[in-house]
């Protein structure tokens, strides 16, 4: 249901931005403006007694915003510049193709909420449907006490929930800044003797992961006795800018019923790919955004998506995220495209470092066209209990650990093809042990390059390699490869290790680098694979002749 995009232009995220400063309100559909009204905030010249209905009359307070219940089409303008601490929650709902929208009226910076960590959401959804949020700067940090990470509460900058135990659809967040969100660390699982202030291990699930910047998540009326689930349907996540987030950045993740006194759902979580229990959240983009925690120690993942079905997460940039910067876990569909993931180390005594990770059940999970470079981890496969993967057509170059982590349970199988790994800081290039070698993984059509001799590549019985290309210093060739090409693949060039800004995003071309040359024994010497998505990683179509080996396709 979704199409795959070509990169990017340069100026996506230039343009992006501009329009986020145009003082002109973006305009709703027809239908929407006609049948709603639009109501004026201004936190200098407003007066909560006004009608609120224009600029001249327009109320000053969120409290007064909060007091009101919108219908669709209606329009909350806050005045360019204002300035506002507390919480923004407005109430009622929009209707399909006319949602309610906040935005921004006037000429100046974005309007600025801060929740100044005196609140849980700076800005928040509950039960409510069919909302557009725009042009926003969003703010939600506690003050920094002596101790550090003492600050860390269950905060957030954008919260859309519900509870209410029926289907809720219709959000877009787009044009937004969500920035310094002290938000607490609570890990899944791992060993309570490394908590600190802030962290915190072994919460299980509903009490993990759940706080940052822009959070979707779902819960119960009463834990003790759940009815019907809150599905949320139809996000959108774009164009906009989050920084400095904690836990993560952006949040999708449903309930699943494991705290204490809680009755298991499983709504959020699956035993198996057909797990009748499970109800994820549905049709999920998340597309156009820079997301970077470079000022925190507690920002640990980039995009964090759980408990959905049908997800696209393309054209982002992620910039030194901690554990993770794109993670799916179970989830079912999520395809993860053109993106560029770099820096991410660990964070917060958490043990991963990866740019992209397809985690515990995970089913249709494709992984293609992304630039990971200088993660601890390249692409993390870790598809514990079951889960299958598609990983193609991506560069994975200068990270400090394993370009690709092969870490899944028996039941999960992966296909490796059509990427080009470039190992110039490690010691490895494929790597995995114990029982994460009885999963199965097809390997082939990769150019496999390290600068740096004796790089190491696992094998086991169920690791098949097959037509890779292995160049550079001398590597452990596979003795299955029948099919392997030992060579220089002659590329072009070197990568270029700068990450996108906010202004370009994704710097994809930076990988261009190492294309190969006209004449590289990478030419012609691929094996064909059906279902490959019909494109290499510059957009090139796929074949050209007969297929090349690596990431580009040069016929």
Known sequence: MFRVLRHPAPGLFAVALLAASVPAVLAAPAGAQAAGVSYYVDAAQGNDSAAGTDSAHAWRSLARVGQTTFRPGDRILLRAGGRWTGQLWPKGSGASGAPVTVDRYGDGANPRIDGAGAVGDTVRLADQEFWTIRHLEVTNQAPATSTPGANLKDLRGIHVTGSAGRPLHGF????????????????ISGDTADNAPGIHFKMGWDRSKKTGGIVFDAAVANPGAPAAPTVLDDITVQNSVIANTSFAGIVVKQYSGDAPGAVATGW????????????????????????????????????????????????NVVDRAGTSGIEAYFADDVTIQSNEVAGTTPKAHGADSNGIDADKGTTKVVVQYNWSHGNGDGILLCQFVFGDVVLRYNVIAGNTRYPVYLHSDKASKAKVYGNTLYNDRGKYLVYGYGTSLTSTYDISDNILYSKVAGASLTTSSTIRYDSNLYGGATLPVPAGD???????PQFTGAPDYTAGTPQSGPRLTAAYGLRVRSGSPAIDRGVAISGNGGRDYAGAPLYTGKPDIGAFEVG
């Open 172 to 187: 877009v967040v787009d044009g937004v800044n969500v920035h310094d969100v002290t938000g607490e660390v609570n890990w």
């Open 268 to 315: 959020g979580s699956r035993t198996s790919a057909g797990d009748t229990r499970f109800t994820p959240h549905t049709n999920v983009v998340i597309r156009g955004n820079h997301l970077s925690q470079p000022g925190t120690a507690y920002g640990c993942n980039g995009v964090y998506l759980t408990g959905v079905r049908h997800a696209v997460v393309e054209q």
């Open 482 to 488: 029948a099919h392997a090409v030992r060579a220089d």
